[in-house]
C-alpha cells in the first residue's frame, strides 16, 4: 500500500490539517496513491478548490512500515506556503472533514504519534532542504534535495 501525506504550510508559522472526526482528532491530509501516479500526482488530488491546482514543492521525506501482513510506504510531501486566505479555499477530498490551518506547535502537540514524528521530521527536511527516509518512523538517513527534482509548480 502507498499513501501520501501533505505537509502544507500556512502563513509563517500554521500548518493545514484535517479533523476527520469532528472532534479535534486531527491529521495531516491524506491520499492514496494510484498505480501509475507519482506521490506528487496523487498529492494534487488529496486538496480541491487551489485556483489553478495545488502547488506541490517536493518530497520531504518516505516512511515504510512493514505489518503483518503489507508494507506500507508513505511519502510526505509539502505544498508550497500558502496565505489563510488560500487556506480557507481548500477542501478535502472527503466532504465530511474539516480543514483548519492551526498553529505549528498547537498541531504538533495534538497530532497522534506516528504523525507527529512525520511532521516534525518533514518539517526538518524541508527547513534543511533534504529528503529523510524513516522505517517505522524511524530515521535512517537522509539525502540532500537534488533541485532538478523539485516539483515547483506542478499542477
Known sequence: MVGVSL???VG???LLVADVTGRGDLLLPIGSVEDGH??????????LGAP??????RQVAVDRVQTRRRQVITHIVATRCLTHEEAE????RDVRTT????????????LPERSRVRTLLGLRAL??????????????????????????GIR
Open 7 to 9: 505537509l502544507v504550510p
Open 12 to 14: 509563517a508559522d500554521g
Open 38 to 47: 507519482t506521490p506528487e500526482q496523487a498529492a494534487e488530488h488529496v486538496l
Open 52 to 57: 489553478g491546482g495545488l502547488s506541490i514543492f
Open 89 to 92: 479555499c481548500l477542501t478535502y
Open 99 to 110: 480543514l483548519c490551518a492551526l498553529p505549528i506547535t498547537q498541531v504538533i502537540a495534538e
Open 127 to 152: 527547513a534543511a532542504d533534504e529528503t529523510i527516509y524513516l522505517e517505522a518512523g524511524v530515521a535512517r538517513h537522509t539525502k540532500p534535495t537534488d533541485p532538478a527534482h523539485r516539483f515547483v
